[in-house]
T-cell receptor, first 115, second 115 residues
């Protein structure tokens, strides 16, 4: 497995429901970030959580970080059709002990919110 | 999304053509990145520039040649590409390449098709 794996790969929910996406990683991190990408477009930064933080909120977004389990979750509450997009976690980490820190993106979760 | 612009948005080229992708950031950042995004694959970091100096080349074939004349502009020169190079090419910028300043802002991408 690679650094930053999202789960599930795809998620389909009804508008108004909550959407939860998970991210697992392997190495120690400085911070973890979540990005959103609409189809065929660039990524948009949503939220950053530092390694010494456990939870962070931004509007309808709630991010948790468990460094002991090397995992994070992104919760979108009261989802809307406009939330349909791919969501990526990115870990600020060193891929190898002899490399520098960099932002490493996962494969993403494709979220479909049905009207 | 207007903080980072990319041109062209779509490009179709033959394997013998030479073309260039352009990226410009209006955010006053010092670091710029090129990524390749292929279907069903994680985002692949290609090149990193910090204060106009290339700090990372992620084993990218020489048919891709980056150029960073200043901190606001980044080019990707393409020549003798292969059909498997068809992908969405994303440019990003960040304040610098360290810590939370590594948070990246993406352009809309160039959809490249190699015939």
């Amino acid at each position: 497995s690679q650094q930053g794996e999202e789960d599930p790969q795809a998620l389909s929910i009804q508008e108004g429901e909550n959407a939860t996406m998970n991210c697992s990683y392997k190495t120690s991190i400085n911070n973890l970030q979540w990005y959103r990408q609409n189809s065929g477009r660039g990524l948009v930064h949503l939220i950053l959580i530092r390694s010494n933080e456990r939870e962070k909120h931004s509007g309808r977004l709630r991010v948790t970080l468990d460094t002991s389990k090397k995992s994070s979750s992104l919760l979108i509450t009261a989802s809307r059709a406009a939330d349909t997009a791919s969501y990526f976690c990115a870990t600020d980490a060193r891929p190898r002990m002899d490399s520098s820190y960099k932002l490493i993106f996962g494969s993403g979760t494709r979220l479909l919110v049905r009207p | 999304e207007t903080g980072v612009t990319q041109t062209p948005r779509h490009l179709v080229m033959g394997m013998t053509n030479k073309k260039s992708l352009k990226c410009e950031q209006h955010l006053g950042h010092n670091a710029m990145y090129w990524y390749k995004q292929s279907a069903k694959k994680p985002l692949e970091l290609m090149f990193v520039y910090n204060f106009k100096e290339q700090t990372e080349n992620n084993s990218v074939p020489s048919r891709f040649s980056p150029e960073c004349p200043n901190s606001s502009h980044l080019f990707l020169h393409l020549h003798t590409l292969q059909p498997e190079d068809s992908a969405l090419y994303l440019c990003a910028s960040s304040q610098t390449t360290t810590g939370v300043w590594r948070t990246q802002y993406f352009g809309p991408g160039t959809r490249l098709t190699v015939l």
